[in-house]
């Protein structure tokens, strides 16, 4: 019987579904977290008769045919990215991005990795560094004797050094955005990779058109709703008991016909 393998594939896609609500469930205090919803696809056809095939040598068109679908597939698992509220921290270091933009980080190979998550802190080198002590691409440092430290939302970092009354300008932040941020790869610790979906990243300052502002002492967090979360949740969990009610319904269908004498 078909059902049983149609409703199979129900079931698997159910239970994907359900590992991604949990991922999404799991990083609802992490810091600028994007939730992820999947997307799925029907299968093949099979044409027991072909729709808009001839019927008759008089030229009559079958109006709708037969096709009887083989089941459901992932097509795919993207990224929804949509700003998460803003938290006061207190930290001077923390730095929220307001708007579109990522934060370009070196990563130990030499290559590029991008962030949202501004929870940076300064290293014993005074280099502005990420929590794993990858450095912010722009290579900022900021002196041992600078008593106070100010970040504008253009991203200028201005410092006042001990005994003079004029702030030193140490840099500027730049942000990067992609064509389609949903095609960034992620690699785990809040980083996401370039790829070729994602397009090449174009850099900019922050607050100029396309790019948005920064905002010192505020992390974004992650933009997980939990009601809508556990809503899906329940959905799934149903679509589920379904498709196993199918398998059941099928299984006694076979049964009913082996005992047939």
Do not use: C, H
């Amino acid at each position: 019987m078909r059902s049983l393998s149609v409703a199979a594939t129900g079931m698997l896609a159910q239970q994907l579904n359900v590992e991604v609500i949990s991922n999404n469930i799991a990083n609802m205090t992490t810091t600028a977290f994007k939730r992820q919803r999947p997307e799925f696809q029907d299968l093949l056809y099979q044409n027991m008769r072909q729709v808009g095939s001839r019927s008759s040598d008089s030229g009559t068109v079958v109006p709708n045919g037969i096709q009887l679908g083989s089941g459901v597939k992932l097509a795919s698992v993207y990224r929804i990215i949509e700003q998460g509220d803003l938290t006061s921290t207190g930290n001077i270091l923390d730095l929220a991005i307001q708007g579109d933009g990522w934060f370009r980080i070196r990563m130990p190979n030499g290559e590029d990795a991008y962030t949202r998550a501004g929870t940076f802190q300064k290293s014993a080198d005074g280099e502005i560094v990420t929590a794993d002590g990858y450095p912010v691409a722009q290579g900022i440092s900021i002196t041992d004797d600078a008593t106070s430290v100010s970040i504008n939302s253009a991203g200028e970092i201005e410092v006042t050094i001990s005994g003079q009354t004029t702030p030193q300008n140490l840099g500027q932040f730049e942000l990067v955005t992609f064509p389609n941020f949903a095609g960034l790869e992620s690699l785990g610790e809040n980083l996401f990779r370039e790829t070729p979906s994602s397009g090449s990243a174009t850099s900019g300052l922050p607050g100029q058109a396309g790019y948005g502002s920064l905002l010192q002492g505020f992390l974004e967090t992650s933009n997980v709703n939990a009601v809508a979360q556990i809503t899906e949740l329940i959905s799934a969990q149903r679509a589920y008991e379904l498709n196993s009610k199918v398998i059941s319904t099928s299984d006694e269908m076979m049964s009913t016909v082996n005992q047939m004498r």
